[in-house]
Nanobody
Framework: QVQLVESGGGLVQPGGSLRLSCAAS????????MGWYRQAPGKQRELVATITGGDTTNYADSVKGRFTISRDNGKNTVYLQMNSLKPEDTAVYYCNARIGTDSVRYVSYWGQGTQVTVSS
């Protein structure tokens, strides 16, 4: 059984910063791509950023230059540093990881989501 547990969400004023964390635990052989997605009320879930095992990153245009994704492979953890936050960044943020429990089979797992609210 594999679990992703997120932390770090909350309420922040515009221009502020937050750091999200997502730790994977359980029967893990290897973790391929890890990433963050978000879903605002009434909108579809959208990609925020992803990072491969080789630390290649990809960002949504709306967050480039403001958000930074990183990972600690020793801790099976992915982070999202969010700076210069805007009200339009308000959403539930979800962690995603493609995890192999053996050398052949990889499955996509999701965290439970953490609320980020940007408001004065």
């Amino acid at each position: 059984q594999v679990q992703l547990v997120e932390s770090g969400g909350g309420l922040v004023q515009p221009g502020g910063s937050l750091r999200l964390s997502c730790a994977a635990s359980g029967s893990i052989f290897s973790i391929a791509v890890m990433g963050w997605y978000r879903q605002a009320p009434g909108k579809q879930r959208e990609l925020v950023a992803t990072i491969t095992g080789g630390d290649t990153t990809n960002y949504a245009d709306s967050v480039k230059g403001r958000f930074t994704i990183s990972r600690d492979n020793g801790k099976n953890t992915v982070y999202l540093q969010m700076n210069s936050l805007k009200p339009e960044d308000t959403a539930v943020y979800y962690c995603n990881a493609r995890i192999g429990t053996d050398s052949v089979r990889y499955v996509s797992y999701w965290g439970q989501g953490t609320q980020v609210t940007v408001s004065s």
